[in-house]
T-cell receptor, first 116, second 114 residues
Framework: DAGVTQSPTHLIKTRGQQVTLRCSPK?????VSWYQQALGQGPQFIFQ???????QRGNFPDRFSGHQFPNYSSELNVNALLLGDSALYLC???????????????FGSGTRLTVV | GDSVTQMEGPVTLSEEAFLTINCTYT??????LFWYVQYPGEGLQLLLK?????DKGSNKGFEATYRKETTSFHLEKGSVQVSDSAVYFC?????????????FGTGTRLKVLA
């Protein structure tokens, strides 16, 4: 049973560019959350998507946007990249009725984004 | 706002040594508490959790007890193995309705030597 799948695994972009990261949730899961993990830091919540809508958002600027598709997969888009956006981006999934963080989420291995 | 503080690493131990990783939290309500582990090149895996005061979470020989009076959730293991080498994250979530995010600590790297 495949867990959470993220692509690509690594990415290098130039300042000012735009990037799209992709996530396929674990089979049976319909909710997707995104986290940013800077080097040496804990993950920071970006937002969560459920039923193709953004349900909760963390303290991230509007440059960070997302989308969820009918098959529950999700994309994270970052516009006007800054050097400080360099980080590991983690996707986490869960299923309806267990979408509270209290149940525990399944995390992917992440996409390492480097902005130069 | 809510926050989690973990002891700084790295923590280096010999195999079979006793492990303690300290975690304290600040929260306005009564959060649920978690330990996640991140092995090299992998995502976070839920290690254990506790949802109310005095609960003890346990898994794979690891334990942590939710101490409301000291706002702590320290991770312990009686005898570590080389395979336990990883980064450990303490996290909390607000159990209130409409809350779906974790607040993580900065992580503690554990290195176990054979």
């Amino acid at each position: 049973d495949a867990g959470v799948t993220q692509s690509p695994t690594h990415l290098i972009k130039t300042r000012g560019q735009q990037v799209t990261l992709r996530c396929s949730p674990k089979s049976g899961h319909d909710t997707v959350s995104w986290y940013q993990q800077a080097l040496g830091q804990g993950p920071q919540f970006i937002f969560q998507y459920y039923e193709e809508e953004e349900r909760q958002r963390g303290n991230f600027p509007d440059r960070f946007s997302g989308h969820q598709f009918p098959n529950y997969s999700s994309e994270l888009n970052v516009n006007a990249l800054l050097l400080g956006d360099s980080a590991l981006y983690l996707c986490a999934s869960s299923k309806t009725g267990q979408s509270s963080a209290n149940y525990g989420y399944t995390f992917g291995s992440g996409t390492r984004l480097t902005v130069v | 706002g809510d926050s989690v503080t973990q002891m700084e690493g790295p923590v280096t131990l010999s195999e079979e040594a006793f492990l303690t990783i300290n975690c304290t939290y600040t929260a306005t309500g009564y959060p649920s508490l978690f330990w996640y582990v991140q092995y090299p090149g992998e995502g976070l895996q839920l290690l254990l959790k506790a949802t109310k005061a005095d609960d003890k979470g346990s898994n794979k020989g690891f334990e942590a007890t939710y101490r409301k009076e000291t706002t702590s959730f320290h991770l312990e293991k009686g005898s570590v193995q080389v395979s336990d080498s990883a980064v450990y994250f303490c996290a909390l979530s607000d159990p209130g309705p409409g809350t779906y995010k974790y607040i993580f600590g900065t992580g503690t790297r554990l290195k176990v030597l054979a």
